[in-house]
C-alpha cells in the first residue's frame, strides 16, 4: 500500500527528473566519444554525428595499434598504475592503522601534523631538486615515490578503521597472543574490503591519468605513459586546425588525426571502466563508512 502524499510523490518525481539530467549531461560525452571513434572523420567535424556513428571507419583504432609509442605508452601506463597502487596501499594502511589504534599515544599530535601537509606544501621547485637530488629523475619511481601518500586517503581509512571495526576485535585478538601486525593481517585487513576497494579505485584513477609528473620528471620517450602520448595528439590537432588545412594529404593526415584522438580516449579510459563494476559493491559503503562518520 502506498502511503506517500501527493507533496512526497511530486519531490520524487522531480529529484528522478534532475538525476535523470544529471545522467544525460554526464553520459552523453561519453556516448559522442564512442561513436565518434567509429565515424568518419569528415562526418564528426561537419557536425553530423550525434547518437549514432556515421560512415563506420576502424581507422583511428587501427593507427593506434600500429603505433609503437601508443603501445608502449600503455604498457608503461598499466606498469606505473599497478605499482604506484600497491604502493599506495601498502603506506596507507601502514599510516592508518596506527592512528586508529587508541593505545597509540601521539596519535592526534601526528595526525594533526599530517592534515598540516595538505594546507603547506614545498612547491614545485623544491619537490624537483629533491627528486633530482634523490636520483629519480627519468625513472618509474619519480611518478610513484612522491606521490605514494595521500593524507585524505588515509584520513579516510583511519575513520573506517575506527567506526567499521569494533576496538573490542582487536582486544580480543591482542588476549589470544596477536601481535598488532597479526592483527591487521588477520582481523582488521579481511573485514576492509570496502575501504581497500575505494582506496584501490581512486589511487588507481589517480596513477592512469596522471601527466604532469611524467611532462617533468622524463625524457626519454619510451617511459613516457600513455596521457602524454594523448596530449601530444590533442595539441597536435589544435595546432593543424589553426594553421588550416592545405593540400589533399594534409586533410588526410588532419582526418585520421581526429579519428585518433576519439579513439586513444576510448582505449585510455577502457581499463577503469571494467575496473568500476568489480569494486562497485564495495565503494558506497567504503566511502560513507570512511568519510561519513568520526
Not at 575513520?159 to 582481523?187: H, K, V
Not at 596521457?227 to 582526418?255: C, H, N, P, S, Y
Request: with cysteine; net charge neutral.
Amino acid at each position: 500500500m502506498n502511503l506517500q502524499s501527493t507533496s512526497e510523490k511530486i519531490f520524487d518525481a522531480l529529484v528522478h527528473t534532475v538525476l535523470a539530467l544529471v545522467c544525460v549531461i554526464v553520459l552523453y560525452p561519453l556516448l559522442f566519444i564512442l561513436v565518434a571513434s567509429f565515424s568518419s572523420p569528415e562526418a564528426v567535424m561537419r557536425g553530423e554525428v550525434w547518437l549514432w556513428p556515421k560512415d563506420i571507419t576502424w581507422v583511428g583504432y587501427l593507427r593506434i595499434f600500429q603505433n609503437n609509442e601508443i603501445l608502449s605508452g600503455y604498457l608503461n601506463t598499466i606498469m606505473y598504475t599497478v605499482v604506484g597502487t600497491a604502493i599506495n596501499l601498502v603506506m596507507s594502511v601502514a599510516a592508518a592503522y596506527p592512528l586508529s589504534r587508541k593505545d597509540f599515544y601521539g596519535r592526534n599530535v601526528i595526525a594533526a601534523m599530517m592534515v598540516f601537509t595538505m594546507f603547506f606544501s614545498g612547491g614545485m621547485i623544491p619537490t624537483y631538486l629533491l627528486v633530482k637530488n634523490l636520483g629519480m629523475l627519468n625513472s618509474m619511481w619519480a611518478l610513484i615515490i612522491p606521490g605514494a601518500v595521500s593524507v585524505y586517503n588515509i584520513l579516510i581509512m583511519r575513520t573506517f578503521f575506527q567506526n567499521g571495526i569494533p576496538y573490542e576485535m582487536q582486544e580480543a585478538a591482542s588476549i589470544d597472543g596477536c601481535s598488532n601486525m597479526s592483527t591487521l593481517m588477520r582481523i582488521v585487513l579481511p573485514l576492509s574490503m570496502p575501504i581497500i576497494a575505494v582506496m584501490i579505485l581512486f589511487y588507481s584513477v589517480g596513477h592512469w591519468n596522471a601527466y604532469f609528473s611524467a611532462l617533468i620528471y622524463l625524457t626519454d620517450r619510451d617511459k613516457y605513459p600513455l596521457q602524454l602520448f594523448l596530449r601530444e595528439i590533442l595539441i597536435q590537432g589544435q595546432m593543424q586546425e589553426m594553421l588550416g588545412v592545405g593540400d589533399d594529404t594534409q586533410a588526410k593526415i588532419v582526418m585520421e588525426g581526429e579519428a585518433i584522438k576519439y579513439a586513444v580516449v576510448i582505449v585510455a579510459n577502457l581499463p577503469i571502466l571494467m575496473l568500476y563494476p568489480f569494486l562497485q559493491k564495495y565503494f558506497t559503503k567504503g566511502v560513507m563508512i570512511g568519510a561519513v562518520k568520526g
